[in-house]
């Protein structure tokens, strides 16, 4: 990767892994889970306490999936880019006179 | 407020669900979070990379909040299961002593009096309302024990956002878990003992010894470092506290002779004085205590000085961690920390003696006894003879010890999951009343013995929670009036079922002689077949008791 002090293939790996990791953490909301304190616990404050935690935590995981959704997609489009423009780059210095691309 | 309606229908079971699926959502998340911290870019250099990675960091940081907020969420949803499962255990026990006394209690807390023709003489009346009583203090205890863990529960759920996780995902407990489950049941204390990890329990015990050195459910050898760590701060304490107690009395009495028109200087006097007497007792139960847990193999098992009527102190013969076998004497009327706490071990160092000796005669002797002298109540004493709460012709005591004693005795049990020993209740005199009511509270016990008894404040032996035909009475020493007296319920020795013990001198199986008793007081002396008859009961040697006869047939007088 002459001309970029970057790896493509790491940024599109971390491009990818963040994706499936939003994937999986937008499927593993444990804030649902918490609601079953309201069936368990009838009457008490916790009944109350364990769903509003259930949406704290429904809207930190929401957050969380959100953020690597984004985060996947730039550093899918920098992976990207930084190859078409390593193309482009190899292109021009293809075109170059002999003795010029090795200066 | 929790309401006994709302208790029945809470539902353990279902919040064991509900730890399981967050602990299952929680391994998730940490395989999510290994996977994104290992997507690395640390190779991308300049402005595009540095943001990346900021971008990649923030995000991290998002996830590890989320771990961490579950892997909060989980042992605090697991500790109200252990403590839901206790405290439903209890409300069942209130729901069996109300049924037995012709109550029931109703969804607001409240009792219905089922039976109210059963009354019908004042006596019988006042007898009803002093139940009563008990029912509700009993009652209210547990319904605040609910409010405590539903409390506690709240505060670790509202604390869990925000939290952090360890390096490799670690499980750190809620916050709360430096905090002791104060107002938990011993079960729900021996839980959560065992959840923390060893620095953690290391950690309580070298800064906050007061905090677990009397709490039922923790291990015994932990609640005597921590109480024995907290002897010599107790006795500074005490001592200063004696000394400004004193300089008080000192300028109180300085005014000159006090006159009828100085009311108010009397009474100051008469309180400076009490104080004065008071800080002497506490010294004393230190110094005594202190001294009795200097010989080898003790348990400090209860250290508290100030909190009550009178000092309280729990010592042990023997390790209760490890004992197969442990016995918990109750001693009575007049006995104090002070006075008795020294003669009280000795006794029960001389039974567990004994105890081993017939063991090992029986080719048993690797089983262990251990053996507790428990003055962990209040015991009337000869100037509280006229008061009305704390007679020694009043029930009040033993009801409000009986319920101390029980947690006690639930604690030594609790503390050894999946290997409780066989454990043996002792009371003696007014004790025998104590364990009395402390035996409808506990299932822990496996054998009872109660000597020199005026009555466990019972008419029929089912109220206990002992197994049928495990409890028995020592017969009455000649010269022991107070043993035939049944202030409190049915005389033991006229209780259908229960097992009466020799006192009469005889010969031991192995043909050692063994002494009759005398008086009110000499059945744990050595020597003495009664003494042999508790140690064996306490040995788990039932066969080897040589039974005696009650004093007149069973039907007689009821």
């Given at each position: 990767m002459d001309g970029f002090d970057v790896s493509t293939a790491a940024v599109a790996a971390a491009g990818i892994t963040s994706a499936a990791v939003g994937d999986g953490v937008r499927t593993s909301d444990p804030g649902p889970l918490l609601l079953g304190l309201a069936a368990a616990l009838p009457g008490s404050a916790a009944a109350v306490a364990g769903p509003r935690l259930a949406g704290r935590l429904a809207a930190a995981t929401a957050a969380v999936a959100d953020d690597l959704a984004r985060h996947a997609a730039g550093l899918t489009a920098a992976a990207a880019g930084y190859t078409t423009a390593d193309a482009r780059v190899a292109a021009v210095l293809a075109a170059l006179p002999t003795g010029c691309a090795s200066s | 407020m929790v309401t006994p309606a709302d208790l029945r229908r809470w539902d353990p079971t279902a919040l064991e669900g509900v730890v399981r699926a967050i602990g299952v959502a929680r391994d998730r998340l940490l395989d999510l979070d290994h996977d994104l911290r290992a997507a690395r870019l640390d190779a991308w250099q300049g402005v595009a990379g540095d943001a990346a990675r900021t971008a990649h960091h923030r995000i991290e940081s998002a996830l590890g909040g989320l771990v961490a907020a579950t892997t909060a969420a989980r042992p605090a949803v697991a500790v109200a299961v252990d403590a839901v499962v206790a405290l439903r255990s209890e409300l069942a026990r209130v729901d069996a002593f109300a049924a037995a006394h012709g109550f029931a209690v109703d969804v607001e807390g409240g009792f219905a009096d089922v039976d109210p023709d059963v009354a019908r003489t004042v006596a019988e009346r006042t007898s009803r309302l002093a139940d009563r009583r008990s029912l509700g203090t009993l009652l209210q205890s547990v319904l605040d024990r609910a409010d405590s863990v539903d409390a506690?529960?709240?505060?670790?759920?509202?604390?869990?956002?925000?939290?952090?996780?360890?390096?490799?995902?670690?499980?750190?407990?809620?916050?709360?878990?430096?905090?002791?489950?104060?107002a938990a049941l011993p079960a729900g204390v021996a839980a959560w003992w065992q959840n923390l990890s060893a620095a953690e329990q290391e950690d309580l015990l070298r800064t906050r010894p007061e905090l677990i050195g009397n709490l039922d459910g923790v291990p015994g050898r932990v609640r005597d470092a921590a109480n024995r760590a907290r002897l010599p701060g107790e006795l500074a304490r005490v001592d200063s506290a004696l000394a400004a107690a004193t300089d008080r009395l000192r300028t109180a009495m300085g005014g000159g002779l006090l006159g009828r028109q100085e009311p108010h200087r009397v009474a100051e006097l008469a309180a400076v004085r009490a104080d004065v007497a008071r800080r002497h007792e506490e010294h004393d139960a230190l110094v005594a205590v202190t001294r009795t847990v200097a010989d080898p193999d003790r348990q400090l098992l209860l250290l508290d000085v100030d909190g009550h009527a009178a000092p309280r102190a729990a010592i042990a013969v023997g390790d209760v961690d490890t004992a197969d076998h442990v016995a918990v004497f109750t001693p009575g009327f007049t006995t104090t920390v002070a006075g008795s706490i020294a003669d009280s071990v000795s006794d029960m160092r001389s039974l567990r003696q004994n105890a081993q000796h017939q063991l090992l005669l029986r080719g048993r002797g690797t089983e262990s006894v251990a053996a507790v002298a428990w003055l962990g109540y209040d015991a009337p004493q000869w100037d509280t003879l006229m008061s009305a709460d704390r007679s020694v012709a009043s029930?009040?005591?033993?009801?409000?010890?009986?319920?101390?004693?029980?947690?006690?005795?639930?604690?030594?049990?609790?503390?050894?999951p999946g290997r409780r020993p066989h454990l043996t209740a002792l009371g003696h005199s007014y004790g025998s009343t104590t364990t009395g009511y402390a035996l409808q509270h506990t299932t822990a016990v496996d054998d009872a013995v109660v000597f020199g008894s005026p009555g466990l404040g019972i008419t029929t032996l089912a109220a206990l929670h002992v197994p049928a035909g495990h409890t028995a009475v020592v017969e009455a020493a000649p010269g022991d009036v107070v043993a035939g007296l049944g202030a409190f319920g049915t005389v033991p020795a006229q209780l259908d079922g229960i097992v009466v013990l020799s006192d009469r001198g005889t010969a031991a199986p192995d043909g050692a002689p063994l002494r009759g008793s005398f008086g009110h007081s000499e059945y744990l002396t050595p020597g003495t077949t009664s003494q042999f008859d508790i140690a064996a009961t306490a040995a788990g040697l039932p066969d080897q008791r040589i039974t005696g006869q009650a004093p007149w047939p069973r039907s007689f007088g009821r």
């Open positions: - | 506690a529960l709240v505060r670790d759920l509202d604390r869990a956002v925000g939290r952090r996780v360890g390096p490799g995902g670690s499980d750190p407990m809620p916050r709360s878990a430096a905090v002791p489950p104060v029930a009040i005591d033993a009801r409000a010890g009986g319920i101390d004693l029980a947690r006690f005795d639930d604690g030594i049990t609790d503390a050894r």
